[in-house]
């Protein structure tokens, strides 16, 4: 935290933090625990802006009705999820034009060929063969200038958001040196040590994703108590017996452990403890239990909020209009330095 003298008058300057997900499927473990979570802990003690990422949903193709009802279904689940609209900012990336205007000038700035490296583009393209379009190429962009406009300390998210944060910061550099430094803050990852990339339950090799098509490979945070337990209970692992972490050969035991240590507060070493002589079998049983007993309350909360609506456009157009404040500011900024008239 920052202490500066304003006027005579001690103020408390906080630092700013800015996250979002893309609007795609209902999230997961994965995302609650590599990421949300995370966004939780740090509304007390940051100014933060978490919003719904509806315009990177659109580089895949969304049924319209589908969209729009998520949107409501996402914004729900944030707050479900413990994310308070009195201490955050919480708003819809295409309530705020401002995010597509200063996309277009960094759009300017960024070498095809660094976007050519991403990993998650590459990812993409061979998922969706038929619909490789711009957007899935100018993604990390957009993500640059959601970031950016905000002037970001941090973003907290999951390891596979990694390189797009690299390649945030190197737009600044390319900022810098064309027009002038000090107008785009330069923003750090925050990634969390435990549980930055959870894998699918299925197939523990890749990440778990909310987009998957196999609803088995996820746990969805608005799963009733019933799949959760079924999910979990089919989890797969290896043919050994011992519990023990072993993130290389013990791929998919290990990702369970890890959730379990998220959920329950304990150490790795502690859950390998508990569990000395118990069979895989009764670890899945209790993590069932757990992440049962996590997500009850959320799915409640979700579900109450969702029978009110108006009450989400409520949130919504005074999230639009908070954040739009802080986005114009640095958007004029920009407009100045590349010699737009404003
Ligand atoms: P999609 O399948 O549509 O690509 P996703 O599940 O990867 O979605 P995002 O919206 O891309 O989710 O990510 C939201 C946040 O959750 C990001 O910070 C991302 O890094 C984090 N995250 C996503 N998946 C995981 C995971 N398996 N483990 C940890 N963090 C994750
Ligand atoms: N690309 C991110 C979602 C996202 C984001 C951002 C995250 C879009 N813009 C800005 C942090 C900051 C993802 O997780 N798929």
């Known amino acids: 935290m920052i202490w500066r003298f304003n006027f005579g008058i001690l103020t408390d300057m906080k630092k ?26 740090l509304q007390d003690e940051y100014e933060c802006f978490y919003f719904l990422a509806d315009l990177h949903a659109l580089t895949v193709y969304q049924d319209p009705a589908i969209l729009r009802e998520r949107t409501y279904s996402f914004f729900a689940q944030y707050l479900a999820l413990g994310l308070d609209p009195k201490k955050n900012v919480i708003f819809v990336q295409s309530h705020v034009p401002e995010h597509t205007q200063l996309m277009w000038i960094l759009t300017c700035l960024t070498p095809m060929g660094y976007l050519n490296r991403m990993t998650q583009f590459k990812e993409k393209s061979e998922k969706h063969v038929k619909n490789i379009n711009a957007g899935l190429f100018t993604y990390p ?13 941090m973003v907290p998210v999951g390891e596979d958001q990694r390189q797009h944060l690299e390649l945030c910061r190197d737009i600044v550099g390319f900022f810098d040196n064309k027009y002038s430094e000090g107008i785009l803050k330069m923003p750090d990852a925050y990634i969390g040590k435990m549980g930055a990339r959870i894998m699918s339950l299925q197939d523990p090799t890749k990440k778990m994703s909310k987009s998957d098509e196999n609803d088995k490979n996820f746990v969805s945070i608005i799963d009733d108590a019933k799949k959760i ?49 118990k069979m895989y079998g009764h670890l899945k049983v209790d993590l069932a239990e757990l992440t049962v007993q996590t997500l009850s309350p959320v799915k409640a909360k979700y579900d109450d909020l969702m029978k009110n609506k108006d009450y989400l456009d409520q949130l919504m157009k005074s999230g639009a209009d908070r954040a739009q404040v802080r986005a114009a500011v640095t958007l004029d900024k920009v407009y100045k330095a590349v010699g737009l008239h404003r």
Not at 16 to 35: E, F, H, K, M, Q
Not at 236 to 263: P, Q
Request: net charge negative.
């Open 16 to 41: 700013t933090i800015l996250s979002g997900s893309t609007v795609t499927g209902d999230l997961t473990l994965g995302n609650y625990i590599g990421a949300i979570n995370n966004w939780a802990k």
């Open 141 to 153: 962009v957009l993500m640059a200038a959601d970031i950016l406009l905000y002037q970001a300390d």
């Open 229 to 277: 337990e079924k999910k979990i209970k089919s989890a797969a692992t290896d043919s050994g017996t011992e519990i023990k972490f072993d993130a290389e050969n013990k791929a998919g035991l290990s990702n369970l452990m890890t959730i379990y240590s998220v959920l329950s507060g304990k150490s790795i070493q502690q859950i390998e403890q508990d569990f000395v002589g």
